[in-house]
């Protein structure tokens, strides 16, 4: 009886800790957003009167860094209590617009982009969700990727219902494809970050009925993401 008393006391005791963690993190983004947007905000200011400054470009590459993450947490936090709706989005245009927002963060660790977009791509599904899968490759292009390489972007239709968009880097070959999806998993624990982006990326994609495909050597990692067009599935 006094076993299960102690076993009730430390259930208890743990249950309250993640509720605690789970409020410091809201409140955590909630406090960011307003000097973050200010960050951003300054940093527009700056580069109208000292254009092509590099030290500036690593100041934005920093807050666009701050700025993802930002989001990922913000959809952890809301996506149980939140309906993400779907609706027809230009894919093309989407991507194009996430990729200028990568510009400086690309620049900044010597890399490029290598684009292949198809114009007029649409697709039904949620904006918000569709950003956290793109950012989320992007972002560990840009971490994975051996400096001075090109990220390959690609967009395009592969049949009437189907579209396909993927990320290719040159960088070390994924030793455990299994497990990248877990939580808090890195393959690479010195290039920093939560482990937590690519477990987004499967949770949407699982529930909007996304097919993914990985395929990664000593030579190129390639992730692969292939929607249905009007795939209409209740979020």
Do not use: W
């Amino acid at each position: 009886m006094a076993l299960e008393i102690k076993v009730n006391e430390k259930t208890k005791e743990l249950s309250n800790l993640v509720q605690s963690q789970k409020q410091f993190i809201k409140n955590s983004v909630h406090e960011i957003n307003t000097p973050l947007a200010i960050i951003r905000t300054n940093i527009d200011l700056l580069k109208m009167k000292v254009p092509n400054n590099n030290y500036i470009t690593n100041i934005e590459s920093g807050s666009k860094i701050i700025q993802y993450i930002y989001d990922d947490l913000s959809y952890l936090i809301k996506k149980d209590r939140v309906t993400y709706e779907k609706e027809y989005l230009e894919f093309s245009k989407i991507l194009k617009e996430r990729m200028d927002f990568f510009e400086e963060i690309v620049k900044s660790n010597s890399l490029y982009f290598i684009k292949n977009i198809e114009e007029d791509v649409y697709i039904k599904f949620n904006q918000t969700e569709l950003q956290r899968i793109i950012d989320n490759n992007l972002s560990n292009a840009v971490k994975y990727s051996f400096s001075k390489s090109p990220i390959f972007v690609k967009l395009l239709y592969i049949s009437d219902d189907e579209i396909e968009f993927s990320v290719t880097t040159n960088s070390k070959k994924i030793e455990n494809v299994d497990k990248i999806f877990d939580d808090f998993y890195r393959e690479n624990n010195a290039r920093g970050g939560f482990g937590l982006g690519l477990k987004i990326v499967k949770e949407i994609c699982d529930k909007n009925l996304v097919i993914i495909n990985i395929l990664s050597d000593t030579k190129e990692t390639k992730f692969i993401y292939r929607f249905k067009i009007n795939e209409d599935i209740t979020s």
